[in-house]
């Protein structure tokens, strides 16, 4: 014990009378703010002393028992420094229901050092986050000593790869052993009397009791030792008092005594079934996971050397080249430096159609090649793939609790004491006011056997691991489950514009010409074409769109703060060899009359769009051709989006940068009346707090560094991945496509999931509020009680398993 504490960064006091802590701490930079974290720590209740080292960047601290790792780090957030943390993952064995897992919590969040554990029963797993330092073997001890097995994520990949008999054999070899003990009630219904002598029915039942029932045992006696209860506890106590009691009559009695081991036998048997059935259902939970585990490949074709080979995905580096072919994956993430192709990126952003790409574009790992050959120079590898950090995400979503998980905590927290007491009563109350001691035992078993904390425990993990790998496989990523939890309830989403409306690059919006459209621009893109700047890309594009030929040009310059300037070369009129193309001020500086174009120009950039102006001349005399408009375009869905949120009560708010009139053109496109326009960046945080204090719940929507704030802001933040990194791990919830109509599916699995956590939670508290009761008035009997139980947890996880049909709206085949 005292060499995993020392591990943890925890010191252990003689007498267990203090509790020690090294905490490794982020953000100091001077002797004041060493002053300021003392003076933290120590106005902590329970803190006997602080010291921390400014050079080692820790603190230590020595408090009562009581004092634990959140309570310090808490003080520490308050005065403005955070302690370095780190998140590990766990895998749990043993765990049966809701007060298994809440045992493992409590028994995690004791060890010195953790500062939040959340366990997962659906998944069998711990995410646990804890100060840089800390032993993931100091975790592994503390769940053993609550009487449990853990394994560090190394540990169960390795046990992963070991055989193992298939899940369904106890269940087989207890129904062989069990059907002669229950054949009698079916031969009773025959008028037969098919009942077994009471030695072949003991041989028959001992071994479903102690060998295939001993999981149960085990299970319920480390709980015991614990100090704690769970549903192996109630099933191996009540299926035991069956079992002695028959045995005691078949020693008082002989055959002559009516015998009840059919009633332990049975109980075991469905209830080995119930959990076969509810494993086997809880696979198809991760079904998410695995789907995009499958698309990392082993192997990789590398290219060095102009030599191309076959080598395991591990040996590749940034920056080599890897070759893949049709029909292959893409084995890594990276930049097109030969070839083009289309790819099939459905399973990673939920785009349904192949995306074209060329020379330049970058690729994800698990898209698939479809038609061409592609050389791909590497910028990602491993953990820093995307799909690894989606896989991450997905996990880490799954893995934390709900917000509405707490009431189920409390409850199942005094659920298997509050069973046993109701078992107690139930016994003394039908035998002393029947006299009855028989029935009264099958009673008071029927009462254990029917009270299901498994069903509590999974109502809320599987609809959250269900709701969000569906999300995934239409490309919404929601990074954790109180995001999702609280996403049903948005009344206002505040977009950002730029990138997340609108495509967040300039495009060639209007021509006026003097002569053609095509002429213009055919003239435009002629000085432009050398150029990368924004617009200058724009103009050579339609201009390509248009299968325009582009006049040869020479002499070409930048005029700085004005335009650009260049000589067509191949010009049969000297006069008329030179174009300008820049902003108002250049038309005065070259004497270029702007009057034939200037209401035009007028109506443009008081639409906030940005005008060029075209001029041609012999270099002392020119004349003004025309003008191009450019202005950032509206997303195809950006008006569906709107609208589809306005059906669901859902109001959209516009927050931009632009001007007024640019604002308001913008939002009568689509359809957004309240406009927050003039916005700088720093107030967009201010406008979320202000919608919230208005009673509101708010969603954000956004895409780069500047939205970070106002999407840490909001009640859920939103971000689009086509935007910044910063953005995505600031938002709760991520859009794989820059695609405004994600954010209204967003909210419509929200809505989804939470309806199927609310009935799974409201199906297993009515059956136990139902169950136990009746059990306890006589109405039912143990075997009837343990088919009863074994069906509650399968049909919670069968009912979160429904969300699989979910789609986006605009996705072909959508389920109505």
């Not at 008028?191 to 045992?217: C, H, I």
């Not at 300008?580 to 639409?607: C, K, P, S, V, Y």
């Not at 009680?785 to 072909?812: C, D, E, H, Q």
Request: a neutral charge.
């Amino acid at each position: 014990m005292e060499a995993w504490r020392a591990a943890s960064g925890a010191v252990a006091v003689p007498g267990g009378t203090e509790a020690g802590f090294n905490l490794p701490i982020e953000g100091m930079t001077c002797a004041s703010c060493v002053l300021r974290v003392e003076r933290a720590l120590s106005a902590v209740p329970g803190v006997r002393s602080a010291s921390v080292n400014l050079a080692t960047e820790k603190a230590a601290v020595q408090a009562d028992p009581a004092v634990t790792a959140d309570m310090l780090n808490a003080a520490i957030e308050k005065a403005g420094y955070h302690v370095a943390t780190t998140t590990t993952s766990l895998a749990i064995d043993g765990m049966t229901c809701a007060s298994c897992v809440g045992r493992v919590e409590k028994a995690l969040k004791a060890v010195p050092g953790v500062l939040d554990a959340s366990v997962n029963l659906a998944t069998e797993k711990a995410l646990v986050r804890m100060a840089s330092g800390t032993s993931p073997a100091a975790l592994v001890a503390a769940v053993e000593k609550a009487g449990y097995h853990a394994r560090t994520a190394d540990g169960a990949q390795q046990e992963a790869g070991k055989p193992a008999l298939p899940g369904w054999w106890p269940v087989a070899v207890a129904a062989l052993l069990t059907l002669p003990l229950a054949a009698p009630m079916l031969g009773m219904l025959f008028g037969r009397d098919w009942m077994l002598p009471g030695t072949m029915q003991l041989l028959l039942a001992t071994p479903v009791q102690f060998w295939l029932g001993a999981r149960f045992y085990r299970a319920g006696w480390k709980a015991v030792r614990a100090g704690a209860g769970n549903m192996d506890l109630l099933v191996a106590i009540g299926t035991s008092a069956a079992y002695g009691l028959s045995v005691y009559l078949l020693m008082a009695h002989g055959g002559h005594a009516h015998l009840y081991f059919e009633s332990s036998a049975v109980v075991i048997t469905l209830v080995l079934l119930g959990k076969w059935l509810e494993a086997r259902a809880k696979f198809q939970t991760v079904a998410a996971i695995r789907a995009l585990e499958s698309l990392k490949t082993t192997t990789a074709t590398v290219r060095r050397n102009g030599v191309d080979s076959l080598e395991s995905i591990d040996a590749v580096q940034l920056g080599d080249l890897v070759l893949v072919r049709p029909g292959e994956r893409v084995p890594v993430d990276g930049r097109i430096v030969e070839g083009s192709s289309t790819l099939d990126e459905s399973l990673l952003t939920g785009e349904s159609l192949p995306v074209a790409k060329s020379a330049g574009a970058q690729v994800t790992g698990g898209a698939v090649n479809a038609d061409g050959v592609l050389l791909i120079e590497t910028t990602a590898i491993g953990s820093q793939t995307m799909l690894s950090q989606i896989i991450r995400l997905v996990e880490d979503a799954q893995a934390v609790k709900a917000p509405i998980q707490r009431l189920v905590d409390k409850v199942s927290a005094v659920f298997v004491p509050v069973v046993l007491v109701v078992s107690v009563l139930t016994l003394l109350g039908w035998g002393i006011m029947t006299g009855d001691w028989q029935q009264a035992l099958l009673n008071a078993v029927a009462v254990q056997v029917i009270a299901c904390p498994c069903a509590l425990g999974l109502a809320t993990p599987t609809s959250i691991m269900v709701g969000t790998g569906v999300a995934a496989r239409y490309g919404i990523l929601i990074k954790d489950a109180e995001a999702l939890e609280t996403a049903h309830s948005i009344t206002a989403v505040a977009f950002d514009k730029t990138g997340t409306l609108t495509e967040g690059k300039p495009a060639l919006l209007a021509i006026d010409a003097a002569t053609t459209e095509d002429e213009l621009l055919r003239m435009a893109a002629a000085v432009q074409k050398t150029s990368n700047h924004p617009l200058a890309r724009a103009v050579v594009d339609e201009a390509a769109r248009r299968g325009l030929e582009i006049p040869a040009t020479g002499d070409a310059r930048a005029l700085p703060g004005r335009g650009v300037q260049a000589g067509l070369a191949n010009s049969a009129d000297a006069a008329d060899a030179t174009i300008w193309l820049g902003n108002r001020r250049l038309m005065n500086e070259i004497g270029a009359a702007t009057a034939g174009f200037a209401d035009a120009a007028d109506q443009h950039e008081h639409a906030g769009r940005t005008v060029s102006w075209l001029a041609r001349g012999d270099g002392r005399q020119a004349t003004v051709m025309g003008l191009l408009a450019f202005g950032d375009t509206i997303k195809p869905s950006a008006s569906g989006a709107v609208a589809r949120l306005q059906q669901m009560g859902i109001e959209s708010i516009m927050l931009t940068g632009d001007n007024k009139g640019s604002a308001a053109a913008v939002g009568k496109e689509i359809g957004i009346a309240n406009i927050r326009a003039e916005v700088l960046p720093a107030d967009k945080a201010s406008v979320v707090m202000a919608l919230k204090a208005e009673g509101r719940r708010v969603a954000m929507i956004g895409d780069g560094i500047n939205d970070a704030p106002a999407l840490a802001a909001a009640d859920v933040g939103i971000a689009m991945s086509t935007g910044t990194d910063v953005a995505m791990h600031t938002a709760g919830i991520t859009l794989m496509r820059g695609d405004p109509a994600l954010v209204a599916d967003a909210i419509d699995i929200s809505h989804k999931t939470y309806h199927k956590i609310r009935q799974n939670l409201g199906w297993a508290f009515i059956y136990n509020i139902v169950g136990i009761p009746l059990a306890a008035f006589g109405f039912l009997n143990p075997m009837i009680a343990g088919a009863a139980m074994a069906f509650s947890s399968v049909s919670v996880v069968s009912n979160a398993l429904l969300l699989r049909r979910w789609k986006p709206s605009n996705f072909p085949g959508r389920l109505k």
